[in-house]
């Protein structure tokens, strides 16, 4: 018993921390951010995910709602041809197609084996 209150004596903390109220709440603020299954740490990840999931969820919506309208386009034959021939290169029998590519359209890795050969 002496060595402990020379220590305490020496170092008034100890005697805070040696407390058993102090002991048992830290163990219980420990155990709850860290161990539990519900601690904080597992509610940060989870709210990250959420977060995540909330702005696909937005981001699919406004592609739903931009597919909508492209669907009540195509609902006119004259926009299903125009959509055809702009987007797989479709033509009539009676006419010639011809791409043109510009160098700044290209991908990098193009541009230079193009201009070392």
């Known amino acids: ?5 020379d220590l305490t004596d020496k170092y008034p ?3 805070i921390l040696s407390n058993r109220y ?7 603020i420990v155990w709850m951010l860290f161990l539990d ?8 990840v989870l709210n990250n995910q959420i977060d995540e999931l909330e702005s696909n969820k ?9 597919d909508e309208e492209n669907i009540k ?8 041809e125009k959509y055809a021939r702009e987007k797989y290169y479709m033509k009539r029998d009676s ?23």
């Open 73 to 80: 386009l195509l609902k006119n034959p004259d926009q299903i």
């Open 13 to 15: 903390v100890l005697k």
């Open 95 to 117: 006419e010639d197609i011809y791409i043109i590519e510009f160098e700044e359209d290209s991908l990098p890795d193009e541009v230079s084996k193009s201009k070392s050969l």
């Open 22 to 28: 102090v002991i048992v709440t830290v163990f219980f």
């Open 58 to 66: 937005k981001y699919y919506q406004d592609e739903i709602k931009k």
């Open 1 to 5: 018993m002496g060595l402990y209150k």
């Open 37 to 44: 299954n519900t601690s904080y740490m597992d509610h940060r």
